[in-house]
């Protein structure tokens, strides 16, 4: 449950509040929200400690959440919350697009393109180091080197990066590399080991949708992640199997407003691996944005036929600055904005 | 007027509105001025295919031009206004 106090409440009252219900055993969280005293229930209440809280003249709410997480829950804030990359703010009202190539491929061809997404105005760059592929014979990244060459052209275009992690082990690499934020790919979004390792570095994560998983399932493992301590989440729906398959995945929109409703964290879109077909990207990208995404995800290469992986689904540098171009329009024709980029 | 028209039509000045804005910011972002934009207004020209005369458009265009340009050099009649009441800023 979710208490949701008054404006104004004294610290004092919320602090005797939460000590009340700690001596009966119930764990509580708070809210960082500051306009307003809020805070979690972890453990399930007692009907007598439910109806004593509905007396209370502080407490204006209490909130059932539609699934077993407390954190993520839209009622633990007030407003939906911003997740900051690198000084890129994403969510909030804002519509990012980051673009990268979906392997680093070598020191030149990384700034090629890191060059091609500055100039198009995307405002984060990414770039996969660590591939976990369906094949153990494909191409399986270029592992810490890609990270230094990805970060290297982020710095040298001005801006934040985004890459995959794929275990636990990699993690000081990916700090001392200053990677921005942290990627959790489809086949990882329910490894809850490697969940609780990252959510305590402190670094901002995109959390992608499993290839198979539910909403809650997803909203469960960005539990993980603030239960943990990591505060700065940013959902990703990636497409989803079905019985179709004439696309890639099946790229599930149905689920952008109702995690408006579900949670305050802000949610992205990669409908490049949703679709796996580059001239279907720019589409389902202004579909993404309309229906309220706060930014999309997609591949960009130079040489798409040369990409040492999902070639198929990357755009040319062209079409990116196309796509940029829309999202913009989207952004602003859906009462939003769409920010410069940090340089 | 029929009310869901009415309503219709706020929407799109709203919208208009809010592109023009938002068109004003990016070029107040990059702070410089496109020796292309001649031609790029009348490239915008050729492709206007609806039922606004061709002259009015341009007109349209010239004042998003002039207002741009004066947001960019921050001489913004908006701005300088900004405590005027509704409509004086204009």
């Known amino acids: ?343 | 007027m029929n009310p869901a028209l009415r309503h219709q039509l706020a929407s799109l000045d709203r919208t208009i509105l809010a592109l023009l804005d938002e068109r004003a910011r990016m070029l107040r972002e990059v702070d410089a001025v496109d020796p292309a934009r001649r031609a790029a207004l009348a490239d915008l020209l050729r492709r206007q295919t609806g039922p606004l005369p061709a002259h009015v458009v341009r007109r349209i265009f010239e004042l998003v031009d002039q207002g741009c340009d004066e947001v960019s050099a921050g001489r913004s009649p908006f701005r300088a206004n900004a405590g005027a009441p509704d409509g004086e800023a204009r």
Not at chain 1, 27 to 50: G, H, N, W, Y
Not at chain 1, 145 to 172: H, N, Q, T, W, Y
């Open chain 1, 1 to 343: 449950m979710i208490l949701r106090m008054k404006q104004g409440t004294p610290p004092e009252r919320v602090q005797a509040l939460r000590a009340r219900l700690e001596l009966r055993g119930l764990r509580t969280l708070l809210s960082p929200e500051t306009s307003r005293p809020i805070f979690a229930v972890v453990d399930k209440l007692p009907s007598d400690v439910r109806e004593e809280l509905e007396r209370q003249a502080d407490v204006v709410e209490i909130v059932r959440p539609q699934g077993d997480w407390r954190l993520v829950d839209r009622s633990f804030r007030e407003a939906p919350s911003v997740v900051d990359i690198g000084g890129v703010r994403v969510g909030g009202g804002r519509v990012v697009v980051i673009a990268g190539p979906c392997s680093v491929e070598g020191r030149d061809v990384m700034l090629e393109v890191a060059q091609k997404v500055a100039g198009a105005g995307a405002q984060l760059l990414r770039g996969g180091a660590f591939k976990p592929r369906t094949s153990p014979y494909s191409f399986q990244g270029l592992g810490v080197e890609g990270l230094r060459f990805l970060k290297d052209a982020g710095e040298a275009v001005g801006l934040p990066v985004v890459s995959e992690i794929m275990d636990a082990a990699e993690l000081p690499a990916f700090l001392e590399h200053d990677i921005d934020c942290l990627q959790v790919g489809a086949r990882n979004m329910q490894n809850f080991t490697l969940l609780k390792a990252i959510a305590r570095v402190g670094r901002p994560v995109l959390l992608k949708r499993g290839l198979s998983a539910t909403v809650k399932e997803w909203l469960y493992s960005a539990e993980y992640l603030a239960a943990g301590g990591c505060d700065q989440i940013v959902l990703c729906e990636r497409g989803i199997r079905t019985f179709e398959s004439a696309t890639r995945n099946t790229l599930d929109l149905t689920i952008l407003p109702l995690l408006r409703e579900w949670t305050h964290l802000p949610i992205v879109v990669d409908p490049a691996h949703a679709c796996g077909i580059a001239r279907l990207i720019p589409p389902l990208s202004r579909a993404s944005v309309a229906a309220g995404a706060d930014g999309v995800a997609v591949e960009v290469h130079p040489r798409p036929e040369e990409a040492r992986s999902d070639g198929p689904q990357a755009l040319l540098p062209g079409e990116l600055a196309a796509l940029v171009a829309d999202a913009r329009v989207q952004a602003v024709v859906t009462g939003r904005t769409f920010p410069a980029a940090r340089r």
